[in-house]
């Protein structure tokens, strides 16, 4: 792991994008940084702000002409009914709202800078990053744009000759994995839960050959992320010998978030992360899914700390505890069941082990065979 990684952020994800009755309507970003800071995480020097990625960027692997789509929505703050129905914009899983041309394009060129920086030989930490989900001619999955696939494209561009890229979100990287099927430069592993949108991501899926799909059960646990990183993500990237990992974080894999159903917890994702880390001299880590507030704050406060070996406070000080009292989140469900007092107070969730179950053993062996 290269020493002094840098964090790539952006002041525009620290304002309200989505609205707030959609999933991604809560502070994320924002509130990482925060927590950063706040623990004196952030040093000078380790934090950049994200460029806004210009439309030749982006046109490396989208369409100009749903570049412009999306570009002439936030211009127009109106989407006609052909744009919505042929570049999927407008909709409720990928709404309008004023900065949505605006705050994708940031997302992306946060991610070539990030990668930009670590082809040199760094490690980069963006966790505004990971819309794994976005089509090179329309948006899905509230991801407009797909900013793993620029990253990965800027590290082939510097002139690396092999990505490993690794994705532990509870979602299948379908977009991902559509980019750069039959590419050999780029590896691709993606653990995710069985029959979740976008129903894509099968054990037998393997994108002409250089991707490798764990779909995993409900209740997936810390000891079976353990055996798949260790059993699976690790073998797989020590065989294809990579130049650069990439890694979409997501944590939407969490017990308390409410989009998937798996029963991870955090320390089950910066032990995932340090062993991926630690398989190439360039390291980039992206964010992705997350859908409880502090939940994925909390988590992805940890994996900057992982990257840097800071060591994981038991209790907050009052000022990080601060940040995480001032969330606030549109889920009804969970609200009427109160709030865990040790999402405002602690980082490091109670550890979720359990036993390592057929299916998710099945899984790990099927992707060692060539």
Not at 211 to 216: D, E, I, S
Not at 354 to 361: A, E, L, S
């Amino acid at each position: 792991m290269t020493a002094d990684p840098l964090f790539f952020g952006g002041e525009i994800f620290c304002r309200r994008g989505y609205p707030k009755t959609h999933p991604l309507g809560i502070a994320r970003v924002a509130a990482v940084i925060d927590l950063c800071e706040r623990l004196d995480w952030l040093p000078a020097g380790r934090y950049v702000e994200s460029p806004m990625a210009s439309e030749a960027e982006l046109a490396r692997f989208h369409d100009p002409a749903y570049i412009a789509a999306l570009r002439r929505a936030q211009r127009d703050k109106r989407v006609p009914v052909e744009i919505r129905e042929r570049y999927a914009i407008g909709t409720l899983e990928n709404p309008w709202f004023e900065t949505v041309y605006d705050r994708a394009a940031f997302c992306c060129g946060g991610a070539i800078a990030a990668a930009r920086h670590v082809a040199a030989g760094g490690t980069a930490y963006y966790p505004a990053g990971g819309t794994h989900h976005g089509r090179r001619d329309r948006a899905s999955g509230f991801c407009y744009f797909n900013d793993p696939v620029l990253a990965i494209y800027a590290l082939l561009d510097a002139g690396l000759g092999r990505v490993f890229y690794a994705d532990i979100d509870g979602h299948h990287g379908d977009g991902v994995e559509l980019a750069f099927a039959g590419d050999p430069r780029v590896f691709m592993v993606s653990v995710h839960e069985a029959g979740r949108w976008p129903n894509t991501g099968g054990l037998a899926d393997r994108a002409g050959g250089n991707a490798r799909n764990l779909p995993v059960p409900a209740g997936f646990n810390d000891s079976e992320m353990d055996l798949a990183i260790d059993e699976a993500f690790l073998p797989l990237a020590r065989r294809f010998a990579p130049d650069a990992v990439v890694v979409t974080c997501g944590a939407d894999a969490l017990a308390e978030d409410p989009l998937t159903r798996l029963s991870l917890s955090n320390g089950a994702l910066w032990r995932a992360v340090a062993r991926l880390a630690g398989l190439a001299p360039r390291t980039l880590i992206l964010g992705g899914g997350g859908y409880n507030p502090w939940a994925t704050a909390r988590c992805w406060a940890g994996v900057w700390a992982t990257l840097n070996r800071y060591p994981i406070p038991d209790r907050l000080p009052p000022a990080a505890e601060e940040v995480l009292r001032g969330l606030d989140w549109n889920f009804e469900d969970l609200e009427d069941e109160g709030r865990p007092e040790r999402w405002f107070t602690t980082l490091a969730d109670p550890p979720r082990p359990g036993p390592v179950r057929d299916p998710v053993r099945a899984a790990v062996a099927a992707v060692l065979l060539a």
